[in-house]
C-alpha cells in the first residue's frame, strides 16, 4: 500500500503568478478547493492506504483535517522540496515499508485510475516519475519503500530527478497522465482549466466566478 502526501502552500499569498487574474482572496479559494478535488480523487484511488497534507498554512491544515487527511505542519514555508523532505521523515519513521507518492497541490484534474496506474508502476520501478506538461518539471513522484533521491522539484526538474535515480542505481518507470501533468501555476492554466469538461470544485469555481476574466 501507498502513502500519498500532498503540499500545499495556502494563504493569500498563495499562488502568486496567478495575480493578473485572481485576487489574494480568489486564489486562496483556489487552492482550497483544488486540495479538496484531490483529496476526493485520493479517497476514491485503489492502493492508497493513507492520504496527509503536508502544509505551513493553518487554514489549509484546518481543511485537510475536516476531509480526513493527516497533516503534517511545515515547519517553515521554506518552499515545495523542504515540505516533502519533512514528509518523508514522518512518514518513514511510521511506515518504513510503505511507498510514498508525492504530489503537488496544484493537480485540480487528476483522476484516481491516474494515481493506480502511478502505483501499478512502483510495483517493478523503485522510483516512478510524472512529467509536467509545462516547464519540464515533475507533477508527481513515488518512492519505493528504502528508495531515496534528492528531490529538486521545480522547473526542469524531470531530467534531473531521472538522472539521480539513475546516479543511484534506482529503475525509473514514467507515467504519462494528463491529470499529474496539469498542474495550475500560470494565468494561461485558468483558461485551461475552466475550459476542460471537468467537474471538480476548481473548475466549478472558474467558471462560475471568473467567467468574466478568462476566456471560454
Do not use: C, W
Request: hydrophobic share 50%.
Amino acid at each position: 500500500m501507498t502513502q500519498v502526501v500532498i503540499a500545499v502552500r495556502g494563504g493569500p499569498g498563495a499562488k502568486s503568478r496567478l495575480a493578473p487574474l485572481l485576487t489574494p482572496a480568489e486564489r486562496e479559494r483556489l487552492t482550497g478547493l483544488m486540495l479538496e478535488d484531490m483529496l476526493a480523487a485520493a479517497r476514491r484511488a485503489k492502493g492508497v492506504r493513507n492520504i496527509f497534507v503536508v502544509t505551513p498554512t493553518p487554514a489549509i491544515a484546518t481543511l485537510a483535517r475536516r476531509l480526513g487527511a493527516e497533516v503534517i505542519r511545515q515547519d517553515a514555508p521554506n518552499g515545495l522540496n523542504a515540505a516533502f523532505e519533512q514528509a518523508l521523515g514522518v512518514i518513514g519513521d511510521r511506515a518504513p515499508y510503505s511507498a510514498i507518492a508525492l504530489l503537488m497541490g496544484d493537480l485540480p484534474l487528476i483522476e484516481p485510475n491516474e494515481i493506480e496506474a502511478a502505483i501499478a508502476l512502483s510495483q517493478t520501478h523503485a522510483v516512478v516519475l510524472a512529467p509536467a506538461a509545462t516547464d519540464g518539471g515533475t507533477g508527481a513522484l513515488i518512492l519505493r519503500a528504502g528508495a531515496r533521491i534528492e528531490l529538486m522539484f521545480g522547473p526542469q526538474s524531470f531530467q534531473r530527478h531521472r538522472a539521480a535515480a539513475r546516479l543511484a542505481g534506482l529503475s525509473t518507470g514514467v507515467v504519462e497522465a494528463s491529470g499529474l501533468s496539469r498542474d495550475l501555476d500560470r494565468p494561461e492554466d485558468l483558461a485551461a482549466l475552466a475550459a476542460s469538461p471537468s467537474q471538480g470544485r476548481a473548475a466549478r469555481f472558474l467558471r462560475q466566478r471568473l467567467s468574466g476574466r478568462i476566456a471560454p
